[in-house]
């Protein structure tokens, strides 16, 4: 099995940020179909309003977390199922453990049904506030469980040793992506994360809020780049967690400059308390991708920040007024 052609795949969190990219690639990959289930909660319809002409994709809006029933064969399952940004797993903290724990096994149960591959998006969370830097594989991390992010961070924890059971005493054959900061069209514009919040003031002539100083790092991936490193690990036959992330590492002020600099826009900086446990650096070591996806990052910030801005800048556009009947 070394493409996607004439596969059948269940993508859960399909109406999301990085659901709806991989849905599109994975049509365009000739996928004979590709079942989305989502309940909506972080995701939006119109992100696969442009997908669904591209082949056969059918949406089904579905939690996650009550039984999971695909009828047919089902050759990959993809969870991405879960609220991602930090003010939505604060606002929906029960709905993150839940989807994270529950959520997880009822997708790990239809793949074990249907002798499917399973790969679950977990995160560079896992690493919390990390001690070693930058952070490979075998870093075990530094997590507060009752910290603000911990809804998120020990959902993905969890998620991670429940797959490895499920590879264990199963059999099932499972893929695991530490997924680090990735952005581009499609994120919502007001879900609190740093690329669609700075765009967003740079197109409204705001100023950037900065949180803290502004000296923490970030690493940011552009979402073409993410899926396809997905889709290689998919077709793979890894079943140790993989970093995905792009290891060019930045501080906020940083990033906040390269906005400016794509914009051209003035924007000055308002710095912003620091949320607790925000974790201070953060990039991933990628060695294992390229040693064993062959998989590496190829757009430059600044080319994923223009077709970023693009997006936006449609968003944001003032809508034409309904003809009048
Ligand atoms: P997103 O919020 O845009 O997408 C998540 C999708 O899951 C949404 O469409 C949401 O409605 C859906 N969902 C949540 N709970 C559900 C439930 N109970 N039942 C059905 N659907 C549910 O976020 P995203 O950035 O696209 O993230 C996708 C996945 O990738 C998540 O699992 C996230 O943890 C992981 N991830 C993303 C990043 C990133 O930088 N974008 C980084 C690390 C990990
Ligand atoms: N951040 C910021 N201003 C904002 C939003 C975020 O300075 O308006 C900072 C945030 O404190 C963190 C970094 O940007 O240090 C990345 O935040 P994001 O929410 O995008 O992702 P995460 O914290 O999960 O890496």
């Avoid at 002409?53 to 977390?65: K, Q, S, Y």
């Avoid at 594989?137 to 059971?165: F, I, Q, S």
């Avoid at 190829?298 to 936006?312: Q, Y």
Wanted: aromatic share 8%; charged share 25%; glycine share 8%.
């Amino acid at each position: 099995m070394n493409d996607f052609k004439g596969r059948r795949v269940v993508v859960l969190g399909g109406s999301g940020f990085l659901g709806s990219h991989l849905c599109e690639r994975l049509l365009r990959d000739g996928a004979s179909e590709v079942v989305s289930l989502d309940n909506l909660v972080t995701g939006n319809e119109r992100n696969l309003v442009d997908v669904a002409p591209l082949g056969n994709l059918r949406v089904v809006i579905h939690d996650v977390t009550e039984p999971l029933r695909v009828d047919g064969p089902v050759d990959f399952v993809f969870n991405l199922a879960s609220p991602a940004s930090p003010i939505d797993f604060v606002q929906l903290p029960i709905e993150t453990l839940r989807v994270g724990s529950i959520g997880t096994e009822n997708g790990l149960r239809l793949a074990r049904e249907k002798k499917a591959v399973f790969l679950q998006a977990s995160t560079s969370e896992v690493y919390g506030d990390p001690l070693v830097h930058p952070q490979p594989e075998d870093y075990w991390g530094n997590v507060n469980p009752v910290g603000p992010r911990a809804v998120y961070d020990e959902a993905k924890r969890y998620g991670e040793a429940l797959v490895t059971a499920y590879a264990r005493m199963h059999g099932l054959r499972t893929r695991i992506a530490r997924i680090f900061n990735t952005y581009g069209p499609k994120m919502r514009l007001e879900d609190g994360r740093v690329v669609p919040t700075f765009v967003g003031q740079a197109l409204r002539g705001e100023d950037f809020t900065v949180f803290g100083d502004g000296t923490q790092t970030r690493s940011f991936c552009y979402a073409r780049d993410l899926i396809d490193g997905l889709l290689r690990l998919a077709l793979s036959d890894v079943t140790e967690p993989i970093n995905l992330g792009n290891p060019r590492e930045m501080t906020i002020l940083q990033f906040a400059e390269a906005v400016r600099n794509v914009h051209g826009h003035e924007g000055r900086v308002a710095f912003k308390p620091l949320p607790k446990d925000d974790p201070r650096q953060r990039r991933p070591d990628i060695t294992r991708a390229q040693t064993l996806l062959s998989w590496e990052p190829r757009v430059s910030l600044e080319e994923g920040l223009v077709e970023t801005f693009a997006w936006f800048r449609k968003v944001m556009a003032p809508k034409e007024p309904a003809p009048r009947t």
